[in-house]
């Protein structure tokens, strides 16, 4: 089956730190660009990160700096790691692939950032 | 960075009318390079139309898109029950990739 699942989320004190995984599954991962979305409560949609097939990694100002997209082809995985976290990254986060229109997302993982 | 602004902020309609949202960019997206996504409470969201006309995989007739530059049109021809959703626009034709806000299409 094609599919993304994210895992690793859950609560976190401010100016904490997490990482958050994607698996890939049912296709050839290391051949598109997969991006990080979230959304934060009652909100929309907001892309935060990707990386291209060529490793290639781009960043939301938003969290730039504080926030790194990282890929292991081996594992078919994405990482998302998250430091100096601020109750404004509170959201559901959601892998999506395709580096122009997203056709195909994970479940969403959430990420609380509260103390 | 372009803004999509989405309207109306909700659709009150009833099971078998025609639902017509709207998108408005704030500078024209490049090639038509604009997708509509459904969500529903507790999902991810759901591609349905890509490349502002497209339809995705599975994506069934009554939803229709079009528009172009900077003005852009998601309709369902006849809504069913389960297209009772949020729709969100989002344009990939520049960096940083932007979404709308959301169209919430309820049931009258």
């Known amino acids: 089956e094609v599919q993304l699942v994210e895992s690793g989320g859950g609560l976190v004190q401010p100016g904490g730190s997490l990482r958050l995984s994607c698996a890939a599954s049912?296709?050839?991962?290391?051949?598109?660009?997969i991006n990080w979305v979230r959304q934060a409560p009652g909100k929309g949609l907001e892309w935060v990160s990707c990386i291209s097939s060529s490793s290639t990694t781009y960043y939301a100002d938003s969290v730039k700096g504080r926030f790194t997209i990282s890929g292991d082809n081996a594992k078919n995985s994405l990482y998302l790691h998250m430091n100096s976290l601020r109750a404004e990254d509170t959201a559901v986060y959601y892998c999506?692939?395709?580096?122009?229109?997203?056709?195909?997302w994970g479940q969403g993982i959430l990420v609380t950032v509260s103390s | 960075e372009i803004m999509l602004t989405q309207s109306p902020g909700t659709l009150s309609l009833s099971p078998g009318e025609r639902a017509t949202l709207s998108c408005r960019a704030s500078?024209?997206?490049?090639?038509?390079?604009l997708a509509w996504y459904q969500q529903k409470p507790g999902q991810a969201p759901r591609l349905l139309i890509y490349g502002a006309s497209s339809r995705a995989t599975g994506i069934p007739d009554r939803f229709s898109g079009s528009g172009s530059g900077t003005d852009f049109t998601l309709t369902i021809s006849r809504l069913e029950p389960e297209d009772f959703a949020v729709y969100y626009c989002?344009?990939?034709?520049?960096?940083?990739?932007?979404f709308g806000q959301g169209t919430k299409v309820e049931i009258k």
């Open positions: 049912g296709f050839i991962f290391s051949s598109y660009t």
């Open positions: 999506a692939r395709r580096s122009d229109y997203f056709d195909l």
């Open positions: 989002h344009q990939y034709g520049s960096s940083p990739r932007t």
């Open positions: 500078q024209s997206v490049s090639n038509s390079f």
